[in-house]
């Protein structure tokens, strides 16, 4: 084929009909009208009859589902879980993931499934340090992860929104137009997403921007406080506070009983000998520097409400004569959404953690890992690696409005690697018809938490269940 003619006269001599590619991995040319699809599932399910929660005869109890959750806790903290639990309604509905599965199982679905953070509700969004040394913000929770029904997060968002504003004395109008405009924050963002070229949508990460996209802007303040928190929580900073130098020059954890206490020895060496399998799971080229680094003491530490009585554990390692380094080795269990999806064992609960997170996040903790401990699964990550987060329950209502936009845009993105935002985008479509519905749940379902968290008040009041509060 010469080159020296006109370019018509190349483009002549070049066909491509009749090329018909398959390659294994890439979709079809029919499946590319993700958003056509989106509108047809509208045929299936309307968008307005995302409003329907209603709790059956057959719904588990309450008592039974925290009770059964305690199941396989270390028995001397599941009074402090259940004082967590007891302080607020807010506080309840954060550790009471599966009871909401259950009711989530009983509410339509469009039959979409996502990567979905299991727990997405107000409090597991949050800062942390990318690799860059940037603060960005996202989902940061992902013990419950798991492929399911997208509708299950966004409505498990809206639900909190509502009931975290209610414990801050939001009033309900402000209340209900939170969890609103999160959805319509979550559907405009699959609408911007889907308009994107497919490398810059899937490369899209949440910083300050975000603010502005989101219409935030009163939240601005908020988020530079938190920033400016969030830059000075770091391990070199934690072992600083939480650790002595002996006499030798080593350091060790000083306990806080009852977050954080000391190990037996044989405890503390099975945790350190644990970590040769979490290096294995790290990327290739990340491995050599775990050879630069000692172990120089372990210890437990007491996290989250949902988490609370799992085994969790610090591990501090030193470099040669650099800022220490410390990594929280948590204990995985089966996720608490898999019953009410009747999803088989996943092998090992920590790798289903990390894969999940690598997949929802736009960027990730590049030491985040896995292990195993005798027969439990573990997730490792680095421990107060610039982390920020913002207590939903304490923002004044001009700001629970915007923090309900951030947390809505957020969620979007992260669904968005899982499943085509154009897919997404095609079923919320336009209007508020989705919007309005996810409000109306989450009203309903916020109702349903308030006398769920009376329940478990009213257990420990009469001492059927023990509790430790104002810890």
């Given at each position: 084929?010469a080159?020296?003619?006109?370019?018509?006269?190349?483009?002549?001599?070049v066909?491509?009909?009749?090329?018909?590619?398959?390659?294994?991995?890439?979709r079809s040319?029919?499946?590319?009208?993700a958003?056509?699809?989106?509108r047809?599932?509208?045929?299936?399910?309307?968008?307005?009859?995302?409003?329907?929660?209603e709790?059956?005869?057959?719904?588990?109890?309450?008592?039974?589902?925290?009770?059964q959750a305690?199941?396989?806790?270390?028995?001397?903290?599941?009074p402090?879980?259940?004082?967590?639990?007891?302080?607020?309604?807010?506080?309840?509905?954060r550790?009471?993931?599966?009871l909401?599965?259950?009711?989530l199982?009983?509410?339509p679905?469009?039959g979409?499934?996502a990567?979905?953070c299991?727990?997405?509700?107000a409090?597991?969004f949050?800062l942390f340090?990318?690799?860059?040394g940037?603060?960005?913000?996202?989902?940061?929770?992902?013990?419950?992860?798991?492929?399911?029904?997208?509708?299950?997060?966004?409505?498990?968002?809206?639900?909190?929104?509502v009931v975290?504003?209610r414990?801050?004395?939001?009033?309900?109008?402000?209340?209900?137009?939170?969890a609103r405009?999160?959805?319509e924050?979550?559907?405009?963002?699959?609408?911007?997403?889907?308009?994107?070229?497919?490398l810059?949508?899937?490369?899209?990460?949440?910083?300050?921007?975000?603010?502005?996209?989101?219409?935030?802007h009163?939240?601005?303040g908020v988020?530079?406080?938190?920033?400016?928190?969030?830059?000075?929580?770091t391990?070199?900073?934690?072992?600083?506070?939480?650790?002595?130098?002996?006499?030798?020059?080593?350091r060790?954890?000083?306990?806080?009983?009852?977050?954080?206490?000391?190990?037996?020895?044989e405890?503390?060496?099975?945790?350190?000998?644990s970590l040769?399998g979490?290096?294995?799971?790290?990327?290739?080229?990340r491995?050599p520097?775990?050879?630069?680094?000692a172990?120089?003491?372990?210890?437990?530490?007491?996290?989250?409400?949902?988490?609370?009585?799992?085994?969790?554990?610090?591990?501090?390692?030193?470099g040669?004569g650099?800022?220490?380094?410390?990594?929280?080795?948590?204990?995985?269990?089966?996720?608490?959404?898999?019953p009410?999806?009747g999803?088989p064992?996943t092998?090992?609960?920590g790798?289903?953690i990390?894969i999940?997170?690598?997949?929802?996040?736009?960027?990730?903790?590049?030491?985040l890992?896995?292990?195993?401990?005798?027969?439990?699964?573990?997730m490792?990550?680095?421990?107060?690696?610039?982390?920020?987060?913002?207590?939903?329950?304490?923002?004044?209502p001009?700001?629970?409005d915007?923090?309900a936009?951030?947390?809505?845009?957020?969620l979007?993105?992260?669904?968005?690697?899982s499943?085509?935002?154009?897919l997404?985008?095609g079923?919320?479509?336009?209007?508020?018809k989705?919007?309005?519905?996810?409000?109306?749940?989450?009203?309903?379902?916020?109702?349903r938490?308030?006398?769920?968290?009376?329940?478990?008040?009213?257990?420990?009041?009469?001492g059927?269940?023990?509790a430790?509060?104002?810890?």
């Open positions: 084929m080159l020296a003619g006109p370019l018509e006269d190349v483009r002549d001599e066909t491509l009909e009749g090329r018909d590619f398959t390659v294994p991995g890439f040319r029919e499946a590319a009208k958003k056509a699809v989106g047809a599932l509208r045929k299936g399910l309307s968008r307005a009859d995302h409003d329907r929660f709790a059956g005869d057959d719904r588990p109890a309450v008592l039974d589902v925290v009770e305690n199941q396989g806790r270390l028995p001397g903290l599941v402090l879980r259940i004082g967590r639990m007891v302080a607020t309604p807010f506080a309840f509905l550790g009471s993931a599966g909401m599965a259950a009711d199982a009983k509410t679905v469009t979409v499934t990567q979905i299991g727990d997405a509700h409090g597991n949050g340090g990318a690799s860059d940037r603060l960005v913000m996202d989902v940061n929770d992902f013990d419950e992860t798991v492929p399911g029904p997208w509708e299950w997060d966004l409505k498990r968002l809206a639900a909190s929104l975290a504003g414990v801050g004395g939001a009033g309900e109008d402000v209340c209900r137009d939170a405009d999160a959805a924050a979550y559907r405009k963002t699959l609408a911007l997403l889907a308009g994107m070229p497919v810059q949508a899937w490369q899209a990460i949440a910083d300050e921007s975000l603010v502005w996209h989101a219409e935030a009163d939240l601005s988020l530079e406080r938190v920033s400016a928190k969030a830059h000075k929580n391990s070199a900073r934690f072992a600083s506070r939480a650790t002595v130098e002996l006499a030798d020059g080593r060790r954890f000083v306990p806080e009983p009852p977050v954080l206490t000391v190990v037996d020895d405890t503390a060496d099975a945790v350190a000998r040769a979490y290096v294995e799971t790290l990327s290739p080229e491995r520097m775990f050879e630069r680094f172990v120089e003491d372990v210890a437990f530490r007491v996290v989250g409400t949902g988490s609370v009585g799992l085994r969790a554990y610090v591990v501090m390692l030193e040669s650099d800022e220490p380094l410390v990594l929280q080795v948590k204990e995985a269990r089966k996720s608490a959404l898999a009410a999806l999803l064992d092998g090992h609960e790798r289903r990390v999940g997170q690598k997949v929802m996040q736009a960027v990730t903790d590049t030491l890992g896995w292990t195993s401990i005798g027969e439990r699964h573990f490792v990550r680095q421990f107060r690696n610039k982390k920020g987060s913002i207590d939903a329950s304490t923002l004044p001009d700001q629970l915007d923090y936009r951030m947390t809505g845009a957020l979007a993105r992260a669904h968005s690697h499943v085509d935002p154009k997404l985008a079923y919320c479509g336009k209007s508020g989705l919007d309005e519905a996810i409000a109306a749940f989450a009203v309903a379902y916020a109702d938490t308030e006398r769920d968290h009376a329940e478990l008040v009213a257990a420990v009041a009469s059927r269940l023990p430790e509060t104002g810890v």
